[in-house]
């Protein structure tokens, strides 16, 4: 559904992600200033992006390290709604098409930086036996 732009361009998002800022917060007892700034100018942009992409933040930064495979993430993606389910009962359909479209986002996105890597590492193979 959405275009994936070349494989510099997703390098250098991925390269990014790691490191941004906005992945990482003051703890509130070090500045309760800075925390509260953090929480309302950030907070937005996390949710936007949890949102419109499904995976929050953490959780696309360990799926993409490592941290965490496929599958569990989008287990820790849905424990709210299978906590919900578990309380209130699923709604037909809707839940199993959210979980499809979530395991199918986060899987594709998977095969993606396993292949940006792979690439990677052979650049660095080719190189060093250039």
């Not at 696309?60 to 993606?77: N, P, Q, R, V, Y």
Request: with cysteine; hydrophobic share 40%.
């Amino acid at each position: 559904d959405r275009p994936i732009p070349d494989k510099e361009q997703v390098e250098h998002m991925l390269e990014f992600l790691t490191t941004d800022t906005v992945c990482y917060r003051a703890p509130p007892e070090e500045s309760e200033q800075l925390y509260a700034l953090e929480k309302s100018r950030w907070d937005p942009i996390t949710d936007w992006f949890s949102t419109n992409f499904h995976v929050h933040l953490a959780l696309t930064t360990a799926l993409m390290d490592g941290g965490l495979d496929t599958e569990e993430a989008i287990a820790a993606s849905m424990l709210e709604t299978d906590y919900q389910i578990d309380r209130w009962g699923e709604v037909e359909w809707q839940h199993t098409i959210d979980r499809a479209r979530l395991s199918a986002d986060v899987a594709a996105a998977s095969l993606v930086v396993r292949e940006i890597r792979n690439m990677e590492q052979d650049k660095k193979t080719a190189f060093n036996t250039a």
